[in-house]
């Protein structure tokens, strides 16, 4: 037998013993690590969100309004039933899912989806009991304001903060001047409790005028919602052309949309009153041109020592995965890795094993690992 063919037999037979998934890239080199590449599905449909359940298992989403538990060797499993009507058109569909903090003993999780109403939709967030092949007691917590509009701009990010609210962002629907009109939801980060109910210590409870579950305004379009590993709350969301932002949210800050922005029209022309305005938050980071961030979190594994604490955000435009790296709150370096893939990343999380994991948005959308490499 030739060398070559030797080589690939020997290779191949390595992988079967070891129950590797179907798939596996070469070595990448990167700044602080190696790694490989271990897809374990391509065959979910545009999926938008993944959670980690008990056993090595997934819970994902698909934006065509499917929800899937997926073994740990990446298999999907059918739908569940019991999903509530969904919106799928454009950007909207079935969007984040994330676990009950106290999961374990309640099996709750939490879902977001954009939902048909009277001139258009809006964003809805949804309680349920992850049952054995379908969704019981779905509940209804929360509906977005949101003027009639085209069907993006959803946003639609949930977290858990450390003081067990749950934070979610809603993105202004296309309609730049909600953001800053505290009578709508849309353009905001929002907080409430884990029933749905508004926290009497939010910012604008007691503001004539305001919804009270609004957290933060002057936001554009947040689909990127983490927690550092010392507690704060950070988002990301899409500028229009450049100008996309990581800001530190906190309790009633303004971050300036479309007042102020790093970033231009579609058109070329220039927006607001330039990149700074009195009354307005700097973002700690922002990228121009776009990467059209999606999905995003610190690594906080054991796997890759050199990644400790880092910040790993998927783009969507520029296909690929973003990783900064981060010191007292300020980013210190970039790295752009996979970019040879040309995937568009729409989740990224970092898993129970120390591994991270990426959802690639493609109607043949992949479950990617990336595990450490020599």
């Not at 070891?18 to 790694?35: E, G, K, R, Y």
């Not at 049952?131 to 977290?159: C, E, M, N, W, Y």
């Not at 029933?195 to 910012?203: A, H, I, L, R, T």
Request: net charge negative.
């Amino acid at each position: 037998m030739p060398r070559l063919s030797l080589a690939i037999s020997t290779a191949l037979c390595a992988g079967l013993a070891l129950a590797q998934p179907a798939w596996t890239q070469d070595i990448v080199h990167s700044d602080q690590a190696n790694f490989r590449v271990v897809q374990l599905t391509d065959r979910l449909e545009h999926p938008w969100a993944v959670a980690f359940l008990p056993g090595g298992r997934f819970l994902v989403t698909e934006r065509p309004g499917r929800m899937r538990i997926l073994a740990p060797d990446g298999t999907p499993g059918e739908p569940l039933q019991g999903l509530p009507e969904i919106y799928d058109s454009g950007q909207g569909g079935l969007l984040d899912v994330i676990l009950d903090p106290e999961f374990d003993s309640n099996r709750l999780i939490y879902f977001s989806f954009s939902a048909p109403v009277d001139g258009g939709a809006t964003t809805r967030i949804a309680r349920a009991v992850l049952g054995d092949g379908a969704l019981d007691q779905v509940k209804i917590l929360f509906t977005a304001k949101t003027p009639p509009s085209t069907s993006r701009h959803f946003g639609s990010r949930l977290a858990f903060g450390p003081d067990g609210m749950l934070y979610l962002t809603v993105g202004d629907r296309g309609r730049d001047q909600t953001a800053q009109d505290l009578s709508y939801h849309s353009g905001k980060v929002l907080r409430i409790a884990r029933d749905g109910s508004v926290p009497q210590d939010n910012p604008f409870v007691n503001t004539a005028g305001a919804l009270p579950e609004i957290y933060t305004y002057g936001n554009r379009n947040p689909q990127g919602l983490t927690v550092t590993p010392d507690g704060a709350i950070w988002a990301h969301e899409h500028g229009p052309r450049g100008g996309d932002e990581i800001n530190v949210i906190q309790a009633g800050v303004n971050f300036g949309w479309p007042m102020v922005t790093y970033g231009r029209a579609y058109s070329g022309l220039p927006i607001g009153d330039g990149t700074e305005k009195d009354g307005t938050v700097q973002p700690i980071h922002y990228y121009v041109p776009s990467i059209a961030p999606s999905g995003m979190d610190f690594y906080d594994g054991d796997a890759f020592a050199n990644w400790k604490g880092d910040l790993f955000i998927g783009a969507l435009v520029l296909t690929h995965l973003n990783r900064l790296e981060i010191e007292d709150g300020r980013v210190l370096g970039e790295e752009r890795l996979l970019q040879d893939k040309g995937w568009r990343i729409r989740d990224v999380r970092s898993g129970p094993d120390g591994f991270l994991y990426l959802l690639t948005d493609e109607s043949d959308g992949k479950l990617v690992r990336l595990e450490p490499a020599g």
